[in-house]
């Protein structure tokens, strides 16, 4: 028999997300690898810097959403989608932060630094 004051407020059970230790396995051997390449990467130097620096960053990017799936639980079922909606929200809010405090350090710098005089042309 279920609680008429729980159906009179129209609230819904939240399920918790269910993890097997095969999802467990897996999220673990994915973090290894994705951490093992660029250890990989920096060791043996087989591209140019800039290149490396990019291919860890997509590794960390990667990293990022394999600790959210399979550590973390987040898909867009579980919490009927609010734990995915926050999660977009604060990505949103942190590239606005970042972005503007880039832009307004590069503007700082560009009109506020006193010229550079050049050297070469002293008596």
């Known amino acids: 028999m279920s609680d008429p004051h729980h159906a009179a407020d129209g ?3 939240i399920e918790l ?3 097997s230790m095969r999802d467990y396995v897996i999220g673990f051997l994915l973090s290894v690898i994705l951490t093992a390449i660029p250890f990989w990467l920096v060791m043996a130097r087989p591209m ?4 490396i ?3 860890i960053m997509v590794f960390a990017a990667v990293q990022i959403v394999v600790h959210m799936v399979f550590f973390l639980h987040m898909n867009p079922k579980a919490e009927g989608g609010w734990s995915i909606t926050s999660l977009a929200f604060t990505i949103i809010i942190v590239v606005i932060m970042l972005a503007g405090s880039l832009w307004v350090m590069h503007h700082l710098n560009t ?3 006193p010229p550079a005089h050049d050297v070469s042309q002293l008596p």
């Open 48 to 51: 140019s810097d800039g290149a």
């Open 17 to 19: 997300p269910h993890a």
């Open 111 to 113: 009109n506020m630094m």
């Open 53 to 55: 620096a990019a291919t």
């Open 11 to 13: 609230h819904h059970e």
